[in-house]
């Protein structure tokens, strides 16, 4: 497939999806706290995360496990090699009805 046939097809499959959710909802944005793995700093760096309005904090918090991440620091300058979820604030979310 050449790269415009596979760009019109992708440019397609997008603007059938926003058409779908355009009636329903808007997306909606989740600030996920991730957490480096120096012992003592657990400064979170925020990553936006923007899903359809039906997506949960808790849809959210079960995904992140599964991320790729690429160069990302938290605020102290170090490195965040796995993706790990601010403790409390994964707490927060797992524990709210
Ligand atoms: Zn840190």
Request: aromatic share 6%; glycine share 4%.
């Amino acid at each position: 497939m050449c790269m415009s046939t596979r760009n019109q097809n992708l440019a397609q499959f997008q603007y059938q999806r926003l058409r779908k959710h355009r009636r329903r909802s808007i997306p909606i944005a989740t600030y996920v706290p991730l957490v480096c793995d120096r012992e003592g700093c657990g400064i979170a760096l925020r990553v936006k995360a923007v899903r359809p309005a039906s997506a949960t904090e808790l849809d959210v918090c079960n995904e992140v496990a599964k991320w790729k991440l690429h160069d990302l620091f938290c605020p102290a300058g170090h490195p965040i090699l796995e993706p790990k979820i601010q403790p409390e604030w994964e707490k927060l979310v797992r524990e709210k009805k």
